[in-house]
């Protein structure tokens, strides 16, 4: 019949429901009650429904979402092999001591004899990680390195979407960036 006979009786709120399961499902949102919360180590997402906690999985810890997200290191990986490299991919590194992190996922690392490096794909220039956080992992990272290797560790952050500069669209000249970073492997860490 189309009734919302079960109203919220929070001032402003407005939201009316033909079910009272519906009802309690919104007043848990008042009441910040979030019961569902998800499993993965890190993430800290709750929420009201069943449903919705079973949406974000999907989209954004499983397999289908993670080898979405990597489409453009993908790409990478196809230029650095048909350029004559043989990187290894998400490398673990393991850290110790008690912090927050427990480990990092190095996207390539390039074994060579005089230096090891490290190449991080910056999908959309990892808009979702404070600078902070991603200096403290290079630096944790390269700790855990040199306890266990004498060889300088060279990191390259390369950039596999469009930029700006002083607000200015850059042409994604693709063939250009990837020539730089072939330089940046080759070039001695002094």
Excluded at 161 to 176: F, P, T
Aim: net charge positive.
């Amino acid at each position: 019949t189309g009734e919302k006979p079960y109203k919220c009786k929070v001032p402003d709120c407005g939201a009316a429901f033909s079910d009272w399961t519906a009802m309690r499902d919104h007043k848990m949102v008042h009441d910040n009650d979030r019961p569902h919360a998800c499993m993965v180590e890190g993430c800290e997402a709750r929420y009201v429904k069943a449903n919705d906690l079973k949406t974000r999985f999907e989209r954004n810890h499983s397999e289908e979402a993670h080898q979405r997200r990597k489409k453009k290191e993908e790409r990478l990986s196809k230029f650095l092999r048909s350029s004559g490299y043989a990187p290894d991919r998400e490398t673990v590194v393991q850290f110790c001591g008690t912090g927050s992190k427990k480990l990092a996922r190095l996207d390539f690392a390039i074994y060579k004899s005089d230096r090891v490096v490290v190449i991080e794909c910056d999908e959309h220039g990892h808009a979702h990680e404070p600078v902070l956080c991603e200096v403290t992992r290079m630096l944790d990272v390269a700790a855990q390195h040199r306890m266990k290797s004498d060889l300088p560790l060279h990191f390259i952050r390369f950039n596999p979407d469009g930029y700006a500069v002083d607000g200015r669209r850059q042409k994604n000249q693709m063939a250009e960036r990837h020539k730089e970073l072939l330089l940046a492997i080759e070039e001695p860490v002094t």
